[in-house]
């Protein structure tokens, strides 16, 4: 079953997909990151989303630092199977910043404002200030 997904997935010639985590009952759109094969395929075994992460070339379980885990509801692949659609419950907030989403900069009168402030910081998530996560 495994390759029967994968094989639907196209992936960059890096080996990754986007992955667009959005929250399964409210439809807020929290984060985009990377998937790998094993990413995909740890992620649908588990239950528990993992992505790839490029900075430290590893698999990146999230929230195994911060606690802010998700949790898989639905995984989805668009139509040229270029980019995957993940429905979560987040337990927490998505963003290494400590905001809830990742989009909390917009662009307003042709200026970037920020819209959305921090609900935890990322010294108490990490116990670090982290490059992200």
């Not at 080996?15 to 094969?37: R, Y």
């Not at 990146?60 to 659609?85: A, P």
Request: hydrophobic fraction near 40%; glycine fraction near 10%.
């Amino acid at each position: 079953m495994s390759s029967d997904i994968l094989d639907k997935i196209s992936f960059d010639s890096n080996g990754l997909v986007p992955a667009i985590a959005q929250q399964h009952d409210s439809g807020e759109v929290l984060m985009m990151a990377w998937m790998n094969a094993d990413a995909i395929l740890e992620t649908l075994a588990s239950g528990t989303v993992c992505y790839w992460s490029r900075s430290r070339g590893q698999l990146w379980r999230k929230g195994e630092t911060s606690g802010h885990v998700q949790r898989l509801v639905d995984f989805r692949i668009d139509c040229d199977g270029d980019t995957l659609l993940l429905l979560v419950d987040q337990t927490g907030v998505a963003c290494h910043t400590g905001r809830h989403n990742c989009f909390f900069t917009a662009v307003r009168d042709g200026a970037a404002e920020i819209i959305s402030e921090v609900e935890v910081s990322p010294e108490e998530m990490y116990g670090k200030s982290p490059a992200g996560s």
